[in-house]
């Protein structure tokens, strides 16, 4: 079962910009699913960026505009651009890989906006 490690969390104030980093210890490319998922507190955790295997990036549309989805394949890693953050986006966010073996999570990376 591959590890993810998420990164690149923190502070910021709204209006600004994150870049999230997940790495993986094995190889992605077969993932059937593969994204970002977020969780408030006192919340679900919701997805926020999500990638099907023959679809598109699925966007949750509080992001739509604002947060871009990629993948380095030869890396194995996974991003997360965030900009013009919201105190709303205030969240630990999780990275997440699914194959037909395993579906594994990252422990978390906290982002916190300030108003």
């Known amino acids: 079962q591959v590890q993810l490690v998420e990164s690149g969390g923190g502070l910021v104030q709204a209006g600004g910009s994150l870049r999230l980093s997940c790495a993986a210890s094995g190889t992605i490319s077969r993932f059937n699913i593969m994204g970002w998922y977020r969780q408030a507190p006192g919340k679900q955790r919701d997805s926020v960026a999500v990638i099907i295997r023959g679809a598109g990036v699925n966007y949750a549309d509080s992001v739509k505009g604002r947060f871009t989805f990629s993948t380095d394949n030869a890396k194995n890693k996974v991003y997360l651009e965030m900009n013009s953050l919201k105190p709303e986006d205030t969240a630990v966010y999780y990275c997440?890989?699914?194959?037909?073996?395993?579906?594994?999570w990252g422990q978390g990376t906290q982002v916190t906006v300030s108003s």
């Open positions: 997440r890989v699914v194959t037909s073996e395993y579906d594994s």
